[in-house]
């Protein structure tokens, strides 16, 4: 079964979050009983997104993970002993768009979305390996864009991956955008503020009392039979994705 790996088979015990979490979040991820890998800075981006986990790093699969070569051995020395398999990429990112998105994939039942003229050749090697369908979009910060509810849901402010995964038959929620934080920049994405505890619970960085989607957002994700854990009592603000892990 081609499952998303952005959903732990089993309650995450592993958690890779942006080094420069607030410490709110970072106590309450604790408190969940998980293992906190913070980033590091990747110095050659951006510094809105230089922390974020899901510029540098894609899980293929629930036990490997593609790695930027700006920060593998970080990574390695990091995610040592978790009987995970490290990849590095081919790609060395940079500070510009779209330099930036090599491994900044999306993904939903079966299949990875992105860009794919920008993506890191490795990482495309192994989502072909994994008989994974490659659905090509023009946005290129797709799993920024894309908060990952269910194996076969979404939700996006971001039209035509709503749109394209629509055309698919997914089961997508198309939100305004903005009002989520993202230091340096205008506005953050929810895939970036939004994570996975396990099969029934997401995670959201903050609460959603300013965005005027926060009905809609919380109905759908009830309607699939989850439930939402909020990490702090601040504005939901956008960590690059909280990457949760099950690692045996």
Known sequence: MKSNPFIPLMDANVTIVAGNTDREIINTLKNLNLKVIPTIKCEEVDDSIGYHPDIVLHPINHNTLVIAPNVFDYYKDRLSGLNLKLIKGEKKLGSKYPLDIAYNVGRIHGAAIHNFKHTDE???????????????????????????????????????IYNRLTELGYDVLLIEPGYIDLKGQKYGFIG?????????????????????????????????????????????????????????
């Open 192 to 248: 970036g503020a939004t994570g996975n505890l396990s099969k029934d619970i997401v995670l959201v960085s903050g609460n959603l009392i300013d965005h005027p989607d926060r009905v809609k957002i919380k109905n759908f994700i009830y309607k699939k039979n989850k439930k939402i854990y909020f990490l702090s009592k601040s504005k939901i603000s956008d960590l690059g994705t909280i990457i949760n892990l099950y690692c045996n």
């Open 122 to 160: 490795v990482l495309k090697f192994y989502l072909k390996k994994e008989n994974i369908d490659l659905i090509d979009v023009n946005q290129g910060y797709t799993k920024c864009s894309m908060a990952i509810i269910s194996e076969d849901s979404i939700v996006t402010a971001d039209y035509p």
